[in-house]
């Protein structure tokens, strides 16, 4: 959220220690996106629907320009009884909302009702205004596999009604922290407010059981409160985010440099024990500007303009040949940190490899069998990153190119840090995606 000259982070904390649980909603500043000032968490627990822990949720902010925050509660610690509560500043000219107020007239704003799941409903989203009443969504799952987002409805902010149809349901399972969010027409760059009408709009969930960000682009009837995905087997085709190690994402339009950026978790690879030891468990990624790209069917991103500042003394290699089996390091880089543009030229396509359409929904499985050691026809060719010296331990970022059904290209993009050249409690997934070509 934008306030008052302020960019301000809300994320999900523990303060006894770098482990699940005692969740509180740590509360940190910036001018820039870059640099961060922590400040005292600024929701915890505190009344009867919030006693057992303060989940996720959303800020919204108020035409008059106050910010509201929604957010799950959980009553009871035996389930996990999920409620929803509002929370409004306790002085809102001060820039930095330290201090936010629970009205306990109010909350809790939602229960879960009408045979909703009490353990599976969640993560309220930023609200938007459309013909006298504010809308937000939260979270579900019907019949144990039908992901849902319920629509809540209110003339105030302040007391909340559940719409008799959700906005979208799939049979993907839960929805964790949905997001909705409308987009500019095709190829444009400018972000809008939440409460803007758009000629075409983002869903996004994230899935529990994969724990992965997927979201499709389609339409959204006003009236009936109903999103209609472009695609209509957008829902078994869906796109994600981002193909690495991301999720429980949140978008928020930023009036400033009128833009959309986006926020997710990377759930590090570090046991429990290394995780206490270091005090932190889990980080968050880059932020990002995300728009519609200019076919109109996905979303395209970028990291925020400000990242760039945090560039140093640029290291460059042009013109470098690399045979087969080949490798070279790049010298001159004296950071753990580096923002790498890369670009590769390959003689012909004419040797790479038939696709085995087996692994058309697999990417991930594909790239353990077809690996960064593994000599295809062309590729696999890139970049091995936090390699020691004797290249015993390294991570491979690497692309291969293979050949369709019709002889189109279907690039592999891989990230395998696997070798980790000594035994490690370690989760290290490898990452992958395949890519078209026309």
Partial sequence: MYYKGWYHLFYQYNPKGAVWGNIVWAHSVSRDLINWIALEPAIYPSIPSDQFGCWSGSATLLPDGTPAITYTGISRSDINYQVQNVAFPKNASDPLLREWVK????NPIAVPEGGINATQFRDPTTAWYADGHWRMLVGGVRGGARGLAFVYRSRDFRRWRRARKPLHSAATGMWECPDFFPVSGAGLENGLDTSEAGPKYVLKNSLDLTRYDYYTVGSYDRRRDRYVPDDPAGDERRRRYDYGNFYASKTFYDPAKRRRVLLGWANESDSVPDDKAKGWAGIHAIPRKIWLDPSGKQLLQWPVEEVEKLRGKPVSVAGKVVKPGQHFEVTG???????????????SLDRAEPFDAAYANDAQKLCGVKGADAKGGVGPFGLWVLASADLQEKTAVFFRVFKDGYGKPKVLMCT???KYG?????LLPLLAHTIMHA
Avoid at 422 to 426: F, G, V
């Fill in 422 to 426: 000594r035994p490690t409690q370690l």
């Fill in 333 to 347: 880089l004296a950071t753990y940190q580096a923002d790498v543009e890369v670009s590769f030229e390959v003689s």
């Fill in 103 to 106: 009205p306990a007239e109010l």
């Fill in 416 to 418: 395998d840090p696997t």
